[in-house]
Each structure stands twice: as C-alpha cells, then as structure tokens.
C-alpha cells in the first residue's frame, strides 16, 4: 500500500475497455479516421473514376502489354502460345530492322517499303495540310461574307470516317468515270489523265491527297482559333512600324501560332498513322511497295494467311512506340506549361 496517498485523493481512474479490449479514446479516433476517411473527396469519387480506370487498364494497357510479350515468342497458327520467360526473345524485331535496313533495292523486303511510306505519310501529310490549313485560315480572318458557311463546308470532311472518304476517293480517281479525269477532259487536259491509283507513281500521292482535303478544314479551325487570340493591338503595331502584310503575318502573326500548329501536327500524325482503313477500302490487303504502311503490313501478317501473330505483334509495338514518339514531345511541354 502506498503510504504517500492521501486519504482524502480522488482514487485513480481507470479506463473502460471495448471492442475487444481497445481502450474508449483509441476507439473514437479509429471511428473518427475511418469516418473522415468514408466523407473524403477520394472516397466519394471512387465510382466515377474506378470502374473506367479498371476497364482502360485492362483492355487497353493490358492488351498492349500482351501484345507486347507475344512479340517475344514465335507464336504462329492456331497452337498455343508458350509463355516461357526463358525463352523471350528479341528475334522479331531483329528481323524487322534487318529487312529495313536492306534497303529499297528492286524486289527487295516488304518492311522497308512499308516503313519508308510510313514516314513519308507521316510527314508529307502532316506538313501539306498544316500548309493548307493556315492558308484558308489566314483567308477566313480578312471578315469575309458567309464565313460560317465557309468553316462549315472546309471542317465537314473531317467529320467523314475513313472508309467513307476512301470510297469517295477511289471513285474520284476511277480512270474512266472519275471527276478527276472528267474534269481533265473537260478543260482540254486530257493527254494528262492517269490511273491514279493504280500506276505505283502517284498510289502514295494519291492517298495522301485525299487525306490533305480531309484534314485541312481542322487545320484552318485551329489556326483560325489561334489567330483570334492574337490582339487587335499587334495588328495595328505593327502597321504603324511600316510593316506590309506579308511581313507583319511572317514576323509578327504566325510565330505567335507555334501552340495551334503543335497541336494540330500531333492530331494529323496520329491520324496518319491510323491510316489503316482508308488503306485497307481503297487497295485491300496488297496494295503493292509503292503505298504499302506498317498498319496493312501487321494485318497482313495476322490474318491474311501467314497466322504470323508474333512477328506482327512486333509490327503493332513499334507502331506504339512511334505514336508515342508523337504524343510524348506534346504531353511533356504542355506538362511544363502546367497545362496537364
């Protein structure tokens, strides 16, 4: 017994236990955190965002990654596909480049020519209807009549689906009937008409003709958009410094629309490398080493005859990793702007 303790202090209190012997203040701050817990914001979000990041990162990411270890294995036919670790390999993609890097000789590998019209697609596409586009929208800015009808009539191709647009070309470009060498005949040009898309000269050019007349209204629309933005006051700055119109839009004007054409290129690119089905309507499966893409070839490896799914598992991974190749530059400055 403690001799120290007075007789007349309170005895010494003793905490009530529950809940399996938790004391009473420790179970009022668990049901205070999980209450908390149960009323935040992440909580109460979790059925808008959970089942569609379930569902992107099964069918998309996990597709991609799939297809990504099948491109290790030499999976063919209707046999099952090994998933061995041990024996992932590279030999797919060796093989690609190797045929690549073969070059453009006369009947030489299929890869090159697939990957070469990949790139000049690519490129020339995007460059052209960039071109275009900022041309009829420096057009549509001088506050012509019936503007709206105009940006009406230049967006509505892009509101056409591939395969709508690759039928419409192949009839344009039918050498007997098409508007093309109709109109050639009409106006006493008729020495010139050609069978656009069969002569292996112009089946690229054509393809990306016809890809330009779709995508240059969304072209105009962006840099419509952008030349908006710029203030009036820059205009008439630059009037007062003297400057021509030719020099205040190269000087002054189109450098300030670096963002809408950086937006724009990334859009037309990943287009053109999804260029797959119009491809596809117009020539099919074999559309010759003049217009064939890495897109046709991957199917053509799949499913029209060869059952080659390996080898173009390695074709579709290196499609994603140039779409990535596309979109990261853009992602990674709009980061750095604190845009994303």
Same mark, same amino acid.
């Given at each position: ?84 670790? $041990?024996? =992932?390999?590279?030999?797919? *993609?060796?093989?690609?480049? %190797?045929?690549?890097? #073969? @070059?453009?000789? !006369?009947? +030489? ?56 647009? $690759?039928? =419409?070309?192949?009839?344009? *470009?039918?050498?007997?009937? %098409?508007?093309?060498? #109709? @109109?050639?005949? !009409?106006? +006493? ?152």
């Amino acid at each position: 017994m403690d001799t120290n303790q007075s007789p007349d202090s309170d005895p010494p209190t003793e905490t009530v236990s529950t809940d399996g012997g938790l004391p009473v203040e420790a179970t009022e701050s668990t049901e205070s955190t999980l209450q908390r817990w149960r009323r935040s914001e992440l909580v109460k979000s979790l059925p808008f965002w959970l089942p569609a990041t379930l569902l992107v990162g099964l069918f998309v990411y996990g597709a991609i990654g799939w297809n990504f270890i099948i491109s290790l294995t030499d999976w063919q036919g209707l046999r099952r596909v090994t998933y061995n670790p $041990a024996e =992932f390999d590279l030999d797919n *993609y060796f093989e690609f480049f %190797g045929k690549v890097a #073969e @070059g453009g000789l !006369l009947g +030489g590998p299929q890869e090159y020519w697939a990957f070469r019209n990949t790139f000049v697609l690519l490129i020339l596409f995007t460059v052209v209807a960039l071109i275009v586009g900022l041309l009829l929208a420096l057009l549509v800015d001088q506050k012509i009549r019936f503007e709206n009808s105009f940006r009406t009539v230049f967006l509505l191709p892009m509101s056409l689906s591939f395969v709508v647009t $690759a039928v =419409f070309w192949a009839w344009m *470009y039918n050498p007997s009937s %098409g508007m093309i060498n #109709e @109109g050639l005949r !009409l106006v +006493g040009l008729g020495a010139i008409t050609q069978n656009w898309i069969s002569d292996p000269q112009f089946k690229l050019f054509a393809v990306i003709f016809a890809l330009i007349w779709q995508f240059s209204g969304y072209c105009m629309v962006v840099y419509l958009a952008g030349l908006r933005a710029i203030p009036t006051d820059q205009y008439e700055a630059a009037k007062v410094d003297g400057a021509n119109t030719l020099k205040m839009y190269w000087r002054v004007i189109i450098p300030q629309l670096r963002a809408s054409t950086t937006s724009a290129a990334v859009v037309l690119m990943v287009f053109a490398l999804k260029a797959f089905d119009f491809l596809f309507v117009m020539f099919g499966t074999q559309p010759g080493r003049s217009a064939d893409i890495l897109a046709l070839m991957m199917y053509r490896e799949a499913f029209a005859g060869t059952a080659n799914w390996a080898y173009a598992s390695a074709i579709a991974t290196i499609l994603f990793v140039m779409a990535l190749g596309v979109i990261s530059p853009y992602l990674y400055r709009q980061y750095k702007r604190g845009a994303l």
